[in-house]
């Protein structure tokens, strides 16, 4: 199971993190993704992380500015978002999949927490 939080209202410029809690099994076997959806707009994938070595993807629109990273003692992902912009207004959704290195492709991710809103206006 997964469980993401930590949305809400921010200006923009401004920063919030996201988390990801996994419940049921450990983060070594498994990628664990984040995208977003804007209403009206196809899913994006955003970020993920590779349980097994750390390794990370960013979409274009996201690098230098989001920053994911794990913590396995507390089975959690976390997603730093920096400078955000209102075009990052979305729901955003994080999921998990077995597979050997993180994609940002929403076919390798089977498990999929319900959503967290970020909104980023003034």
């Known amino acids: 199971q997964l469980q993401a939080f930590g949305g809400g209202l921010v200006q923009p410029g401004g920063s919030l993190r996201l988390s990801c809690a996994v419940r049921g099994y450990t983060l070594d076997y498994y990628v664990i993704g984040w995208f977003r959806q804007a209403p009206g707009k196809e899913r994006e994938a955003v970020s993920c992380i590779t349980g097994s070595d750390g390794s990370v993807q960013y979409a274009e629109s996201v690098k230098g500015r989001f920053t994911i990273s794990s913590d396995t003692t507390e089975k959690t992902v976390h997603l730093q978002m920096n400078s955000l912009k209102p075009e990052d207004t979305a729901v955003y959704y994080c999921?998990?999949?077995?597979?050997?290195?993180?994609?940002?492709?929403?076919?390798?991710?089977?498990?999929w927490g319900q959503g967290t809103l970020v909104t980023v206006s003034s």
């Open positions: 999921a998990s999949g077995l597979y050997i290195r993180c994609v940002l492709q929403g076919w390798v991710y089977d498990s």
